[in-house]
Nanobody
Framework: VQLVESGGGLVQAGDSLRLSCATS????????MGWYRQTPGKQREMVAT????????NYADSVNGRFTISRDSGRNAIYLQMNSLKPEDTARYYC?????????????????WGQGTQVTVSS
């Protein structure tokens, strides 16, 4: 399973960016996908998630109303449209997929992660 993020960059406050996450090696059993972010010395935090079957979304309070997560089920890909960016949005953004895998006959949920893409917002 591979996840590759793209679309990060250096922008000014108020600008927009669109992140993409392309996956390969996943054939079925995706439960949800999402975006997390992390800055040095801090824990990785959830930004937005989307359930695969119903497309239900969930956002961190800090980005609600500014960011939009979407999915392309045919391509097993997700996107994050980020508007009205703020300097505090500066972080490395990671894509993750939660899928059901089997340990013998026991199913469990497993997360795969990409390498991340850097977003830097200057004031």
């Amino acid at each position: 399973v591979q996840l590759v993020e793209s679309g990060g960059g250096l922008v000014q406050a108020g600008d927009s960016l669109r992140l993409s996450c392309a996956t390969s090696g996943i054939t079925f059993s995706i439960n949800s996908m999402g975006w997390y972010r992390q800055t040095p010395g801090k824990q990785r935090e959830m930004v937005a998630t989307i359930t695969w079957r119903m497309g239900r979304t969930n956002y961190a309070d800090s980005v609600n109303g500014r960011f939009t997560i979407s999915r392309d089920s045919g391509r097993n890909a997700i996107y994050l449209q980020m508007n009205s960016l703020k300097p505090e949005d500066t972080a490395r953004y990671y894509c993750t997929v939660a899928r059901t895998v089997m340990a013998g006959v026991v199913p469990y949920e497993h997360n795969d992660w990409g390498q991340g893409t850097q977003v830097t917002v200057s004031s």
